[in-house]
């Protein structure tokens, strides 16, 4: 007689992923919001047009509803038509006194009132690099939020708008403060070179004008002696950024004291965001090798962060839900003081929404909150979607969540193989444990960079197949380092209290250094390859996300065309120019 108790090999698999992405009903919203946002940016549509399908979008659901018909495709058409929208006023609505409108192509001195609107930061000259020439200099920038331009003899009008402010120095000690002292919030007078930024003027050369206007920045100053000026006129004017700056100032003096320069310089970019304070040599070693996502601030940061104060809380005895709202808004505030960034924003907003169900006791769909985050940066900044950095963390989570996660999960084990686990010696039960978790490691660490290696190609012409080689260490080291930093920071006032952590963060990172350096001198570790055309790129995400997502039983199919598609790109011809065109390529 057959048994009625099925076996495990004959238990049904998991639900396609599709389903849950189909069940959360903020999946389809965040749909339309990024059509909205790709038809403004490429599609060439008018304000008014966007304005009109966001209010016929309005209009369409509230008669569907009332009329008891089908109203979810109206809603979406409103989201489509905001986020278009948003979009175009972000980069074309200035009001008639913004400095982009008062500054020509060519640069102009002028004398101009602002307040800085985020730290000043150092960008330190490269010191190995054969092409930067003898005549490179140490550099400090920020951002200059306008008040006034003088137009006459100490005439003074008013100005509005976003100034990329930058100082080149001559002389300037590395462990010193940027622009000469000056913070976030101080009111300021610079007499510089004012102009608006440079585009691209070279085949396949980055659009520096772009960029900025991605931040909503039209005009750029630039200066020779931060003494002679740059003026102080009020300290922390602004008391908003006054205190996040405080909070930040705090932290890199702390980190500067108490560890050795190059160490305290990647303490920086790890634990605050300040990229700006590494060697220009020693960042291009992160990015060379892939690793550079260890540093920029994103899930993992928030998750040593967010996993350590719920541990801690939960040891102390805090309740459940008011430990998720001091957690939620822990991560809240770190997002604020490392700047807001796009990976930092992301990750926040799925804290929040896991601290949320805790709260209420209801069950998080990770599809919405992953929605939700999306949205959310549309919201703060509707042109972060279109960034490397914020792509990448999107498709790394994505990937991580559902790819990875299930299928890498251990499968159900058998009544006979719970039997031998349990006859195993404790040194055989930990030497298996831990080669599993290492392979664990490395299994994700491979799906996700090959995800990632479209969008690299495309935007970076680089590839690291080194940085799978590195990437598990690397993350063991820096999520050492980001918690002893924290800690570090957090005891620094009670003096030896905080030598230990002092001596964490200092070993993990000098250790994560040597083994960047390390992996940077194995040959074919970094590989810089043509970039593959844009449709290219979208019909292998395409593919992709139909893998991930998709039934179990269309896998082998979509494998296969998604392995046709990758020699695709193997056999088209690299993008050269006319034959009489001259080039010289760097």
């Keep these: 007689m057959a048994s009625a108790v099925p076996s495990a090999s004959s238990e049904a698999p998991p639900?396609?992923?599709?389903?849950?992405?189909?069940?959360?009903?903020?999946?389809?919203i965040a749909v339309a919001a990024t059509v909205g946002l790709v038809l403004d940016r490429f599609g060439g549509l008018s304000f008014e047009v966007e304005l009109l399908a966001a209010v016929?979008?309005?209009?369409?659901?509230?008669?569907a509803r009332a009329r008891g018909s089908p109203a979810l495709p109206f809603?979406?058409?409103?989201?489509?038509?905001?986020?278009?929208?948003?979009?175009?006023?972000?980069?074309?609505?200035?009001p008639a006194d913004d400095l982009g409108n008062l500054v020509g192509p060519e640069p102009t001195l002028l004398r101009i009132r602002g307040v800085l609107a985020e730290e000043p930061t150092t960008r330190l000259a490269s010191t190995r690099?054969?092409?930067?020439?003898?005549f490179a200099k140490d550099r400090d920038s920020c951002v200059l939020r306008a008040t006034a331009i003088e137009t006459g003899q100490r005439v003074w009008s008013p100005a509005s708008g976003l100034a990329a402010l930058r100082v080149d120095r001559d002389t300037f000690d590395k462990n010193g403060p940027a622009l000469g002292g000056l913070y976030a919030g101080d009111l300021v007078e610079i007499v510089g070179q004012v102009s608006r930024p440079r585009t691209a003027s070279n085949l396949g050369e980055a659009d520096y004008a772009d960029f900025l206007l991605d931040r909503r920045i039209r005009a750029e100053i630039v200066v020779s002696d931060s003494d002679a000026t740059v003026t102080r006129l009020d300290a922390r004017a602004d008391r908003g950024h006054a205190l996040v700056a405080a909070v930040r100032g705090y932290g890199a003096a702390v980190l500067g004291?108490?560890?050795p320069s190059q160490e305290a310089a990647v303490a920086r970019a790890l634990l605050l965001g300040d990229t700006a304070a590494m060697d220009r040599d020693e960042w291009d070693s992160y990015v060379r090798t892939g690793t550079v996502h260890v540093l920029a601030i994103s899930g993992q940061h928030l998750v040593?962060?967010?996993g350590f104060a719920w541990l801690a809380l939960r040891l102390a005895g805090v309740r459940r839900g008011r430990g998720a709202w001091v957690v939620m808004l822990l991560i809240l505030g770190y997002t604020v003081v490392t700047g807001m960034k796009p990976s930092g924003v992301r990750a926040t907003v799925m804290v929040a929404a896991v601290c949320g169900g805790l709260i209420l006791r209801r069950p998080v769909r990770p599809a919405n909150a992953f929605a939700l985050a999306w949205l959310a940066i549309v919201a703060w900044n509707p042109t972060d979607p279109f960034s490397l950095g914020c792509r990448l963390s999107f498709l790394s989570v994505f990937v991580l969540i559902w790819a990875a996660s299930p299928w890498l999960a251990p499968r159900p084990r058998t009544p006979l193989e719970r039997l031998i686990d349990e006859s195993r010696s404790v040194p055989e039960t930990l030497i298996r444990a831990i080669a599993r978790i290492a392979f664990v490691a490395y299994a994700v660490t491979l799906l996700i960079a090959a995800a990632n290696v479209p969008l690299l190609a495309s935007d970076q012409n680089l590839i690291s197949p080194v940085g799978?080689?590195?990437?598990?260490?690397?993350?063991?080291?820096?999520?050492?380092?980001l918690l002893a930093g924290f800690l570090l920071i957090l005891f620094a006032p009670l003096g030896f209290v905080a030598a230990p952590f002092t001596f964490a963060t200092e070993i993990s990172l000098a250790a994560a250094g040597w083994l960047v350096q390390a992996a940077e001198r194995i040959p074919g570790g970094a590989v810089y390859v043509p970039g593959p055309p844009i449709w290219w790129v979208v019909g292998c995400y395409l593919l992709l996300g139909a893998l991930i997502l998709g039934e179990s039983a269309w896998r082998p199919r979509i494998l296969g065309g998604l392995a046709v598609w990758v020699l695709v790109a193997l056999l088209i011809p690299p993008d050269r120019p006319p034959a009489d065109e001259m080039r010289f390529t760097f």
Excluded at 15 to 28: M, Q, T
Excluded at 56 to 63: M, N, P
Aim: overall charge neutral; glycine content about 8%.
């Design 15 to 28: 639900p396609a992923a599709w389903r849950e992405f189909a069940a959360a009903p903020l999946v389809p």
């Design 56 to 63: 016929a979008g309005v209009l369409g659901w509230i008669v």
């Design 75 to 94: 809603l979406w058409l409103a989201f489509a038509g905001i986020a278009a929208a948003h979009h175009h006023a972000h980069r074309n609505a200035f």
């Design 129 to 134: 690099d054969p092409l930067a020439g003898t």
């Design 257 to 259: 004291e108490r560890l």
């Design 304 to 306: 040593v962060l967010a």
């Design 468 to 481: 799978v080689l590195i990437g598990p260490p690397m993350v063991l080291l820096t999520s050492i380092a």
